[in-house]
Each structure stands twice: as C-alpha cells, then as structure tokens.
C-alpha cells in the first residue's frame, strides 16, 4: 500500500450506525401561529389532547424522524416558549410571527431561512397516530388522505390531483380526490418563487402555485381541532384508536373495552397510567376481601378491576407514556389480584383438588405466554394465529368467575377455571409447536 493511500486510509472516518441514521435525519417545521379563537382564546398546540399536548405528541412522534425542529409562534408565542423550555428536551428554533393575520403560508415563510434540503411541514393543531407519521415520514409532497374516516370531509381541505401532483386546492372544491392531512414532506426549493404581497398567504395558496407532488396515504387515524366540539372527539378518538391490537379475549372486545375506553377518555387528561393500575389493583384487593362478607358483590367488584385494568394501558397509549416497567408491573400486580381471590374463596369454602389445579393453571395461562415472549422476542398472539381462538384469557375467567360467584356456585367455580386454564396451556404448548415447525 503506498504512503498517499495508507494516509486517505487512515484519515477516512468510520460511522456508527447511530450516525448514519442521523445524516439521514431532516427538519420539521410546525407551524403554530394561530389565533385560537374558535377554541376560546387557547393556543391550540398547548391543548392537552389524549392525555398530552398537541405540540409535545407532534414532536415526540417525529423526534427518531427529525434532528431539529422549527416552530413559528404568534400571538402565544411566549405560552409556547414557556413550555418548549419547560417540556421538551429538542434540538429547535422558535420563530416570532408578529403578523399572523397574513396566515399559515407567511409563516411557513418566515421559517424559509432556517430550512435546507428536505423537511417535514405540520399544522400546530393537528394529531397523527405514531402509524401516520411513521409512514407519511418516508413519502413525498402533500400527504393525502383518499378514505378519511375522523374527519368532517365537508369542513375539511380537498385536493384535485392531476399527473400525480396538485392541481387544486380548497375547502369548497366540488369534485377531488383525496383530503389535505396537513402533513406535508417538501424540499425547500418549493419555497422559491414563493413571495408574499402583503396580503393574506395560506399554505394551500403556496401548493396551489408550487404544485408538490401527492402521495396518498388513506386508514390511518388522523384529525385536526378547530372547535370544543372537535377536541372533546379528538380525546374519545385518541383513547379508542389505542386500544392493543392483540391479546384481548371475547369479554374484553365486546364487554369490557366498551366501558374502559369511556372511562380512559374522561380520565386521560387528568390521571396517569400508573394511577389507573393502583386504582385497578386496589379495586381486585378489595373484591377478594369482600369475598368474607357478599360472594356476588365480590364477583362484581372483580369484574370491575378486570375492566379497569384495561384503563392503564389505554392511557399509556394515548398520551405516548408507555414504558416496559408499565406492563411489566401491571401483569405482576395482575398476578396477585387472581391467586388472592381464587385463595380467598379456597380459604371461606374449603381447599379442594379443583382450587389447587384452578390456581395452578390461572398462573400457567400467563406464564406461557410470557415465557414465549421472553424466548422468542415477540408476542404469541402475533406468531401464533391460533392463539385467538382459544377461551381462558383472563378477561374470560374473571367474567365466568363473576356469574357463577353471582348464582352462588364456588365449587364450580373451582371446577371451570381448573379445566379451561389447563386445557389452554396444553392447546398453547400443542400450536407453539405446531408454529415452529411450519
């Protein structure tokens, strides 16, 4: 090797993967100038929407997308400086709009300095689910929803597409082809061109001119708050698209989410998810004591806490506040609800061959499941299809468990959690092996 190539060798700079991922990164623009008027005088960015500001869930779900963002403010310019400094721990430049009567498309402008290259342009009052954004990220141009199921398709901004860029755009368009989801993946060289006369400039005035290209990205949870009306939908929206995708058993789907979704929706801005698993644990608590004094109002009472155990997760995933720790310490708190009812009952009607296998088998159920979690990295219920079909999930057992502790029947009881549990760990272990070997 000669001395010029052993120098360029040993001068060359080797990247981590960390840093690739962050040449790769871009700016976002959040454009939050607003007057809020129709909101009651609020800076809508700093609403509290499914448990977390507007602002902050936009920033959070673009933060592994953006290094930098760029937030023009106007009216509650300070509000918002407040709590940018307060709240979020991000690379970003907050821009003063002393006109923002001149509209959205002035703003974008007075951000035009501070950009280069690629960015991400979003509305200070819109809400995207993390699948939206993850998404909408690697497209191109205005982003277009062509099956909007959240928003008010009359009030909302319509696209004509023509050649696969804007042909057309507005709110009163009688004939289009997608909706505007106020998402916007650019370069900067849209902006040139672009001037403003002193008059008033929205962002679709700048589309309508600079014809971006349009990619559709259509069943994904999306929506934009202009009114009370739309933020108290907003915060009941949020709460139901959050419910897990997987795991549920027949009560939960059809009995059980319906009511905790209500109650996650009224307590999401208010409590945390770690409020709402004291509230459930204390609640199976104090069914299992109740067990000494009224068998069904016992039963009632741990139906209750199998519904409010649903409310942890729901809030944790609206307001973006999951955590490993979370799950880990609800499905351990879970634990001790089930033994310390079944024990309960053991101990105020008699220990019997069915309570020993009905205990058994209780903790047997959660065990494979997590047990395969822990081996293969992922959930059973995603791998194994099978799975869905099998009865004995908990929500399962706690209602069956509430109806016969209703009628009185605690032998049976006994009896009915020992079959269904065993057989659902016999059947898991059957198609766990069936799974690997297909």
């Known amino acids: 090797m000669s001395d010029a190539s052993l120098k360029s060798h040993r ?20 454009l939050s100038a607003g007057f809020g008027s129709r909101i009651g005088g609020y800076p809508k960015p700093l609403l509290k929407v499914g448990g977390i500001e507007i602002i902050k869930r936009t920033i959070t779900l673009l933060s592994p997308h953006v290094d930098e963002f760029i937030i023009v403010a106007g009216k509650y310019y300070e509000d918002i400086k407040q709590f940018l400094e307060k709240n979020c721990r991000i690379k970003y430049r907050l ?39 993850d998404k909408a990220v690697k497209l191109e141009g205005l982003i277009g929803d062509a099956k909007p199921a959240f928003v008010d398709v009359n009030e909302a901004t319509k696209v004509k597409i023509s050649n696969g860029v804007v042909e057309d755009i507005g709110k009163k368009l009688s004939s289009f082809d997608c909706i505007d989801t ?11 061109g672009i001037e403003f006369r002193g008059e008033e400039l929205t962002v679709s005035d700048i589309m309508k001119k600079a014809k971006p290209k349009v990619s559709i990205l259509s069943g994904y949870f999306w929506i934009d708050v202009d009114t009370k009306d739309d933020l108290r939908r907003a915060n009941w929206l949020i709460v139901r698209n959050s419910v897990k995708g997987s795991g549920d058993g027949l009560v939960s789907k059809y009995i059980n989410r319906r009511i905790s979704t209500r109650i996650s929706a009224m307590l999401v801005n208010s409590a945390t998810p770690n409020m709402m698993t004291a509230i459930s644990f204390l609640t199976g608590i104090a069914s299992s004591l109740l067990v000494l004094f009224s068998l069904p109002l016992a039963g009632i009472a741990y139906q209750l806490s199998s519904i409010l155990d649903g409310c ?92 016969l502790c ?33």
């Open 182 to 192: 106020g998402f916007f993946v650019l370069d900067r060289s849209i902006l040139d």
């Open 11 to 30: 001068h060359r700079k080797i990247y981590l993967p960390s840093e690739i991922l962050k040449m790769n990164l871009m700016k976002a623009v959040i």
């Open 312 to 403: 942890d997760g729901e809030i944790a995933r609206a307001s973006l506040k999951q955590s490993r720790f979370g799950g880990y310490i609800d499905s351990i708190l879970d634990r001790y609800v089930d033994f310390l009812f079944l024990a309960m009952l053991t101990f105020c009607y008699g220990l019997s061959y069915p309570a020993i296998f009905a205990i058994f088998g209780s903790f047997m159920v959660s065990y494979t499941s997590e047990k395969y979690r822990a081996d293969f990295g992922r959930s059973i219920f995603s791998d194994v299809r099978w799975m869905k079909y099998l009865i004995g999930k908990r929500d399962e057992r706690i209602f069956l468990i509430m109806l």
């Open 406 to 438: 209703i009628l009185g029947m605690v032998n049976e009881i006994f009896w009915a959690i020992a079959i269904i549990t065993n057989m659902r760990v016999i059947l898991t272990v059957l198609f766990v092996a069936l799974n690997s070997r297909s």
């Open 95 to 133: 821009i003063r709009n002393e006109h923002p009567e001149y509209g959205n498309g002035y703003s974008l402008l007075l951000a035009k300095d501070h950009i280069d290259g690629k960015f991400v342009l979003v509305m200070g009052d819109h809400i995207y689910s993390k699948e939206f954004v």
